[in-house]
């Protein structure tokens, strides 16, 4: 699996930017697509994410919440955007797509239960100057 993200860059304070990553390479019948972050000398945390079984309901860390919004491509379901507003200096960190799963085989070994298996991308910078 291959996470593609786009859409980093340089901002104000207050400004809007939207990160788009397209998942390629393989499908899932149950999966979680969200965004993590990571800012210098902190460890990575968790954006927000939409579930793609049972509805597609998106759910957003504190730290965002009503200011970012997830949502998937309607042409292609292995895309998702998140459109971030009202950016403040403190969302300046890398941004990651991640994808999160369920897997029956892991390294040869059968998982009836389903193995939990992370993907990531590559990571794109957002930087909100004051």
């Known amino acids: 699996v291959q996470l593609q993200a786009s859409g980093g860059g340089l901002v104000q304070a207050g400004d809007s930017l939207r990160l788009s990553c397209a998942a390629s390479?393989?499908?899932?019948?149950?999966?979680?697509m969200g965004w993590f972050r990571q800012a210098p000398g902190k460890e990575r945390e968790f954006v927000g994410g939409i579930s793609w079984s049972g509805g597609s309901t998106p759910y957003y860390s504190d730290s965002v919440k009503g200011r970012f919004t997830i949502s998937r491509d309607n042409a292609d379901e292995n895309t998702v955007y998140l459109q971030m507003g009202s950016l403040k200096p403190e969302d300046t960190a890398v941004y990651y797509c991640?994808?999160?799963?369920?897997?029956?085989?892991?390294?040869?070994?059968?998982?009836?239960?389903?193995?939990?298996?992370?993907?990531w991308g590559r990571g794109t910078q957002v930087t909100v100057s004051s």
């Open positions: 991640n994808l999160k799963t369920l897997l029956s085989y892991y390294r040869g070994t059968y998982y009836p239960e389903g193995y939990e298996h992370n993907y």
């Open positions: 390479g393989r499908t899932f019948n149950y999966y979680t």
